[in-house]
């Protein structure tokens, strides 16, 4: 599929075998684009294909040139209730984007123009829809020069701090907040907890002690479905063993008395490092021990130990405990692209994605007047 620029080429990969050869040029594509996370690394979409792809869906649009993979698009194929082609991760990433290689003033222009061309192809009879786009992604360049319809849509809140010391973080709040925090960390001291960064290698066993603790710590409460599923334990074990040897991912254990407690899987890259799930022993909420506290303090201690990012993501939500800390808000984005020949299907997807947000809305507003928040 030729795209008019000498020595560029795009095909469209199907196979999950060939996507799963695609380990080594991906990682080096990954690394060389600023503005990916971890959620775009190989280990995380291949590993979140073998646990959630469907037959004959795979579509993966690559951009080469000469025979050197210069930009990517991970999407699947699905045909219901509209024909949409999403990201690969949908569902269980924080962010999703395209990787494109970069030059000084961010993605290479002719790799991108050629993965728009590649993605214009795919779009035949469909919507392309990309959900949780952070901010300044290379997905934001490709919605600007998209020559068919095209909808940019709010979707999920995430918050950030400055990746500062614990300490810094803690002046940063007002006066009485401060001196609470500065308690929690002192108990913490008091209780003996003490912290480990896994090695790499003890990384699997590890991820399955969190899985066991995210289980125990939400026993008759509410819990995000999707955990507690074995395709979410396998895809989580099989992807952070292999994100933990190329440093995208760190697992962190806390003992007490000898026994793990607690532990924590923390996402790193160049511009961002956010703690992803942690699981944590009732016993510690019994002690009266401010967990997310000690967490976030592990993760300040890792990035300052490590020196590679600028921002420590508190990723999607906007919990109460998250913005006791005074973090900055950003929005994700929800980019929309289609044919004219398509644009029936992004009409009807529009509806549907304004008719889930009244609902949330309804839903809000009958809580806030005092209604069952089950």
Known sequence: MPTGTPGLAV???????????????????????????????????????????????LRVVLVRQDGRLVAAAPLMRRPRPLPTLTPLGTGISDFSDVLVEEGRGGPVRPALDALRTGLWKLARGAVIDFREVRPGSAVEALHDDWPGPRRRCADSACLELPALPMDDLVQRLPRPRAQRARAKMRKLDAAGIERRVVPAAEVGPSVRRLLELHQLQWQQRKVTT??????????????????????????TEFTLDGS????????????????????????????????????????????????????????????PYKLHWRPEQRVNQRFLLARHSSAPQLAALLADIRARSLARQARRAWKERGGDPA
């Not at 040029?25 to 073998?50: D, G, I, K, M």
């Not at 334990?233 to 760190?250: F, P, Q």
């Not at 000690?294 to 600028?310: E, F, N």
């Open 226 to 251: 999707e955990h507690v599923k074995p395709r979410f334990a396998e895809h989580l074990t099989r992807s952070v063993a292999l994100m933990a040897e190329t440093g995208d991912a760190v697992v």
């Open 260 to 319: 793990v407690v607690a532990a924590d899987l923390t996402f790193v890259s160049p511009r961002l490092a956010g703690g992803y799930l942690y699981g944590a022993h009732p016993d510690l909420r019994d002690r009266k021990i401010d967990v997310a506290t000690m967490l976030l303090r592990s993760c300040a201690q890792h990035l300052q130990d490590t020196s590679r990012t600028d921002v420590l993501s508190l990723l999607r939500g906007t919990e």
């Open 11 to 57: 095909t469209v990969c199907t196979d999950p075998a060939g996507f799963g050869a695609l380990r080594e040029e991906w990682n080096r594509l990954h690394r060389s684009t600023a503005a990916a996370t971890p959620f775009q690394s190989h280990a995380w979409l291949h590993s979140w294909w073998l646990s959630y792809g469907g037959a004959g869906r």
